[in-house]
C-alpha cells in the first residue's frame, strides 16, 4: 500500500457510504478513500468478519465504521443512509457497489427464475434503494453529492451465459441514467464504472480458481499493454475520480475500466 501522504487528498473531509464494501473492489475503494482524506467511510455489507476487520485496518485514518446491510431490505438501506447521517451529519457519496455473480450457466433455455430474481434483488433492487435513500438525503440537505454504481462491461455483451447477470448490469446503467437526469437539478451526479474481469473474492469462487490463475487467464485478452492486468485498485481509482471534485460537470456517464478487454462474450 501507497503511503497515504503522497495522495493528493481529493475527498478531504467527504462522508462516504460504500455498499459490498467488505472485500473486493470495495475494499479498495475503502482505502483508496481513506487515502484521499475521507472525514468518515461507512462500510456497508452482510460480511460482517470481514467487514469489521477492514473498519479496525483503516486506524486513525478517518472515521471508518461497519454497518450490517443487506441492500435486498429496503429498511436496512434507509437505516444505513439515516444512520450515517445522524453519525456524521451529512452523506456525500454514496458507492453502490454491492452484487453478486450468476450462480449457474443461466442460458435462456435453462433459465432459472428464483436464480434471477435473488440476483436482481441485490444487483438491481439494491441499487435502486440505494439511490433512492442517498438521493433524498442529499436532496433535503442541498448537497450536490456524488453517487456512483458498478456496472460491468457484460452489459455490453451478447453472452452465451450468466444472462440474469448480463441484463442486471444492463438495468444499472439504464438506472444510472434516470437517475442522473431526474437528480441532475439537484446538482447530484449520478455514474457508473463498468470494470472488465478482476480477480476480486466473488469472481475466484464462481470460477472456482486462485487471483493468480485468473489474471494469467485474461493477462492476453488486455489490448492495452500496461505492465499488468485489471486490478482492484484501476477501478478504486475511477471511483475515486467519480466521487471527486476533479467529475464535477460528469453525470449520466458509464466510465469503462477494461484496457479494452477482447475476451470471447
Known sequence: MADPKAYNKKLQGKVAIITGGASGIGAATVHLFADHGAGAIVIADIQDEKGEELAASIGDRCACTYVHCDVTKEQDVESLVQSTIRLHGRLDIMFCNAGILSRSMQTILEFDLPSYEKLFAINVGGVAASIKYAGQAMVKASSRGSIICTASIAAGLASDRNTDYVMSKSSVIALMRCASTQLAPNGIRVNCVSPGPVATPALCENLGMGADD???????????????????????????????????????????????FQGSS
Open 214 to 260: 485468473i489474471e494469467s487467464m485474461f493477462s492476453r485478452m488486455f489490448r492495452l499493454k500496461n505492465d499488468g492486468v485489471l486490478k482492484v485498485k484501476h477501478v478504486a481509482d475511477a471511483v475515486v475520480f467519480l466521487a471527486s471534485e476533479e467529475s464535477q460537470f460528469i453525470t449520466g456517464h458509464n466510465l469503462v475500466i477494461d484496457g479494452l
